[in-house]
């Protein structure tokens, strides 16, 4: 803006008042920025150590145990055929329960069977009745001969005759021994305790006996209690095993009835408990592999013929050895860690080498010591380098001392 000639810019007052309000909140504004980066940021802005739980490693002795996959077997089947054919009667079981040695379970017609015994009884009479006229015609004879009204040769046939008589008795009582045994066998029991399948021949049907060479299949009995488990060891395995036995660290188990405890499909835990009792002489030469046998307890019929288990057996001698709960451990790419706090209160990432579950702890082999205070919860929390306020744990989780 320019004077009344045109020559010198002039201001208003009240433009000139206001500009001046203007540069004094200005420098306002500036002092206080100023001030405001005097102090530190770090102190303003720094998180509070992250809570934490630490508890030390748990140390006791403990036994490594291997795991194997196990199918269960009978240690007694049968399976029930006739003895003799015949027309089945009835049936005596019912599909799918309990039996006792010696119950009734299938009755084949004996009809003809006490006829044949019958028969073979008459028999056996007509030869007892042949043997006494033999035995009084050898007596006369004996008497005769003596005052020479009959020669010796009449004698000695009297006497031939009285011991054909006595084959023929006991030829006769053969033949009624064994039609007996035949209305017996029309009675079929079951051979062994157990439990039965179900009935494969219902009556009124002809069955075939085992003297005909193809007998026809009535049902099959297993046994239940004890109850066999297979399972297949490595090589490797075996390996490690016959060291520790030559070491004296570990019984073998052909010698020893080394301890198993099974559990089945969906059990966290072993369930029953048995020994070894058999190894095989020589190892699979397709799979590598040696056929083992445990015998188990099975009093509660829980545990059927064709089921799966996990096997775990006795792999070492008793050790000291370091647990923590599994819950500790992180996996960092193909390395197992734990983080351990230091006497500052600050997080270090330790690598570490596991060893098997001990009543719910995880052996560690190396890289703890006993008194690591290791994080067993807040592990999330934790940063490595970063501090933590660590507090101890009430008792160590999942095991004892």
């Given amino acids: 803006?320019?004077?009344?000639?045109?020559?010198?810019?002039?201001?208003?007052?009240?433009?000139?008042?206001?500009?001046?309000?203007?540069?004094?909140?200005?420098?306002?504004?500036?002092?206080?920025?100023?001030?405001?980066?005097?102090?530190?940021?770090?102190?303003?802005?720094?998180?509070?150590?992250?809570?934490?739980?630490?508890?030390?490693?748990?140390?006791?002795?403990?036994?490594?145990?291997?795991?194997?996959?196990?199918?269960?077997?009978a240690v007694e089947e049968v399976q029930v055929r006739p003895r003799v054919g015949g027309f089945v009667n009835s049936v005596e079981f019912q599909d799918g329960a309990i039996v006792r040695q010696g119950d009734l379970l299938y009755v084949i017609d004996p009809r003809p069977f006490e006829a044949v015994a019958e028969q073979a009884d008459g028999q056996l009479s007509d030869a007892r009745a042949r043997v006494e006229l033999a035995k009084r015609e050898l007596d006369r004879g004996l008497n005769l001969v003596q005052t020479s009204a009959v020669s010796e040769q009449v004698v000695d046939q009297r006497r031939q005759a009285l011991q054909a008589a006595h084959a023929a008795v006991t030829q006769a009582e053969g033949v009624l021994k064994a039609a007996r045994l035949n209305i017996e066998f029309t009675h079929v029991t079951a051979p062994l305790t157990g439990r039965v399948s179900r009935h494969l021949v219902s009556p009124g049907n002809l069955v075939q006996?085992?003297?005909?060479?193809?007998?026809?299949?009535?049902?099959?009995?297993?046994?239940?209690?004890?109850?066999?488990?297979?399972?297949?060891?490595?090589?490797?395995?075996?390996?490690?095993?016959?060291?520790?036995?030559?070491?004296?660290?570990?019984?073998?188990?052909?010698?020893?009835?080394?301890?198993?405890?099974?559990?089945?499909?969906?059990?966290?835990?072993?369930?029953?408990?048995?020994?070894?009792?058999?190894?095989?002489?020589?190892?699979?030469?397709?799979?590598?592999?040696?056929?083992?046998r445990a015998v188990i307890k099975n009093t509660d019929l829980s545990i059927l013929p064709g089921q799966f288990g996990r096997v775990r057996l006795i792999g070492s001698a008793p050790y000291e050895a370091l647990l923590i709960p599994d819950v500790?451990?992180?996996?960092?790419?193909?390395?197992?860690?734990?983080f351990v706090v230091k006497p500052d209160d600050t997080v270090e990432a330790r690598p570490v080498v596991l060893g098997p579950l001990d009543e719910g702890l995880r052996v560690i082999r190396e890289g703890l010591k006993a008194d690591d205070r290791v994080i067993v919860n807040g592990i999330q929390r934790a940063r490595v380098g970063a501090k933590v306020a660590p507090q101890t744990a009430q008792a160590p989780a999942g095991g004892k001392s």
């Fill in 209 to 292: 006996g085992s003297d005909t060479g193809t007998s026809t299949l009535l049902t099959s009995i297993v046994a239940l209690d004890p109850i066999y488990v297979y399972f297949d060891m490595d090589e490797a395995t075996f390996i490690k095993y016959s060291k520790l036995w030559f070491e004296g660290k570990r019984p073998s188990s052909r010698d020893t009835a080394n301890p198993v405890q099974v559990s089945l499909a969906g059990e966290t835990k072993p369930s029953h408990e048995g020994t070894i009792n058999f190894l095989d002489n020589r190892l699979d030469v397709s799979t590598g592999t040696l056929r083992s």
């Fill in 328 to 338: 500790a451990i992180a996996t960092d790419q193909s390395r197992k860690i734990v």
């Fill in 1 to 73: 803006m320019t004077g009344p000639d045109g020559s010198e810019p002039f201001v208003k007052k009240h433009d000139f008042v206001q500009m001046r309000h203007y540069a004094i909140a200005g420098l306002l504004t500036a002092a206080f920025v100023l001030a405001g980066c005097g102090q530190p940021t770090s102190q303003a802005s720094a998180p509070p150590p992250a809570p934490v739980t630490v508890a030390q490693p748990v140390k006791r002795t403990v036994t490594d145990w291997d795991e194997f996959t196990g199918r269960f077997e």
